[in-house]
């Protein structure tokens, strides 16, 4: 069974940093692209950061360019999500996707809750 | 930057009601549109890919159709497990994006 298991979110306060991990199985990691997409509480759906298969290529939205770090380690099949200088508005369920053909997001996983507040 | 308008935010329906979203992106995107269904306190799931492809094992009561700018998504005969939050999601790189995924605000369906 394809799964995504994250991991790491939590409270932290304004200025902070956090570490997501997700974890894979069922699948041939090392041959996916993978995405992180949040969302925030009682809102809709954000894509946050993109990373090829061999980690070789690397995007990011506006709202994390330059304070967020997307990264892979394919011998450990797992996917991270460096936070630095944490905001409010960083508040949200961080979901780790799968990309698959025709650009599509399956399987998410469960998502992690990352809070930001003081 | 392409947005997408999604509308309407919110429908409720009685069940084997016919329901339709929009999704209308502000520049064409050929066929790069996606639907996913999320149900309370869930992860997304894929439901049409390529604007009009039903995924594998999603029942058949699901369609979407469009290409260029207006896509439509459709619950031929609404079922109470439907209950859920739909969104549109398209993918571009058009400059100065070199990749982008934009998702729609969701259409919350309730049942009447």
């Known amino acids: 069974e394809v799964q995504l298991v994250e991991s790491g979110g939590g409270l932290v306060q304004p200025g902070g940093s956090l570490r997501l991990s997700c974890a894979a199985s069922?699948?041939?990691?090392?041959?996916?692209?993978m995405n992180w997409v949040r969302q925030a509480p009682g809102k809709g759906l954000e894509w946050v950061s993109y990373?090829?298969?061999?980690?070789?290529?690397?995007y990011y939205a506006d709202s994390v360019k330059g304070r967020f770090t997307i990264s892979r380690d394919n011998a450990k099949n797992s996917l991270y999500l460096q936070m630095n200088s944490l905001r409010a508005e960083d508040t949200a369920v961080y979901y780790c996707?799968?990309?698959?053909?025709?650009?599509?997001?399956?399987?998410w996983g469960q998502g992690t809750l990352v809070t930001v507040s003081s | 930057d392409i947005q997408m308008t999604q509308s309407p935010s919110s429908l409720s329906a009685s069940v084997g009601d016919r329901v339709t979203i929009t999704c209308q992106a502000s520049?064409?995107?050929?066929?790069?549109l996606n639907w996913y269904q999320q149900k309370p306190g869930k992860a997304p799931k894929l439901l049409i890919y390529?604007?009009?492809n039903l995924e594998t094992g999603v029942p058949s009561r699901f369609s979407g159709s469009g290409s260029g700018t207006d896509f439509t998504f459709t619950i031929s005969s609404l079922q109470p497990e439907d209950i859920a939050t739909y969104y549109c999601q398209q993918y571009d790189n058009l400059p100065p994006y070199l990749l982008r995924f934009t998702f729609g605000g969701g259409t919350k369906v309730e049942i009447k």
């Open positions: 996707v799968r990309e698959m053909v025709y650009w599509t997001f399956d399987p």
């Open positions: 069922g699948f041939t990691f090392s041959s996916y692209e």
């Open positions: 990373i090829s298969s061999s980690g070789s290529t690397i």
């Open positions: 390529d604007a009009s």
């Open positions: 520049q064409d995107i050929s066929n790069y």
